[in-house]
């Protein structure tokens, strides 16, 4: 993988990350039409994923502060609730690492066709919440928080947003717009980066054996942060307007085109 091919699968990993499209997805289709293979090895992929997350942390910077100062206050605050919520949702996908994480390993890498029909089911999501509508909308429950952790799990397959299926899942089920989209990237710091350290000290993580150049890592690194950055603040403006339909067009038109030009 040279600096260019890196720096475009940054950009993509970026975008697609915050934007309800699926980042696995489109990284399998942007290799393919690249034409560089998947080695297995997943020193990239943890890399411009620590890039997102990065990208999440200085966009929520002042909330995540509030949240980890109200904990030391060692009350049932609303800043520690809210962290619990975040311990709720991750049970899911805690139990999908636990027990099926070389299932889940194998679908990446998976065919074009595969991920076109997730992208088709991520369409499907979007467009169902353009068509339910809550007269009361409330906050993240701690039930609705282990729905929305149910969605996370869910969409460890490729194709299948995670933003996407967060999202519709607490907009589903009532959630309000503005609470949904920061849970959703909030929710997701603690697995994306307790994945990467497992990575690391179990040497899946090598940027000596990985065979990508230092500078390529770099290349994808930054493109993925900068343009995470972009897509994050866009994504929290679309989510408050609840206008997702765009998305869902977007996934169908993307999952059609894949599903047969796998098949041709």
Not at 1 to 19: D, K, P, S
Not at 156 to 161: K, Q
Not at 230 to 243: E, F, T
């Amino acid at each position: 993988m040279n600096w260019l091919e890196a720096l475009i699968l940054g950009i993509v990993q970026g975008l697609t990350e915050f934007l309800p499209v699926s980042s696995s997805g489109h990284l399998t289709l942007a290799r393919e039409i690249l034409g560089i293979p998947y080695s297995g090895n997943v020193t990239f992929e943890v890399l411009v994923h620590a890039a997102t997350v990065l990208s999440t942390i200085t966009v929520f910077g002042k909330e995540i502060w509030n949240i980890i100062a109200g904990l030391f206050k060692f009350k049932w605050n609303d800043e520690t609730q809210y962290a619990c919520k975040i311990l709720v949702s991750m049970i899911p996908i805690l139990i999908v690492g636990l027990f099926f994480k070389d299932t889940v390993e194998s679908f990446f890498g998976s065919s074009v066709v595969f991920v076109g029909a997730m992208l088709l089911v991520t369409a499907l999501l979007l467009a169902l919440t353009q068509f339910v509508k809550f007269k009361e909308r409330h906050g993240v429950t701690f039930g609705n928080a282990f729905l929305i952790g149910c969605a996370q799990a869910v969409a460890v397959l490729p194709g299948l947003s995670r933003s996407g299926s967060t999202i519709a899942a607490g907009l589903l089920a009532g959630v309000r717009k503005e609470d949904v989209a920061q849970f959703s990237f909030l929710m997701v710091i603690i697995p994306i980066l307790g994945e990467a350290f497992l990575d690391l000290v179990g040497g899946e993580f090598s940027v000596s054996q990985c065979g990508i150049p230092a500078t390529s890592l770099l290349c994808g690194f930054a493109a993925a942060y900068l343009s995470g950055l972009a897509a994050c603040k866009l994504m929290i403006r679309v989510v408050k307007k609840a206008n997702l339909i765009w998305f869902s067009l977007y996934c169908l038109i993307v999952g059609l085109i894949a599903i047969i030009a796998g098949l041709c």
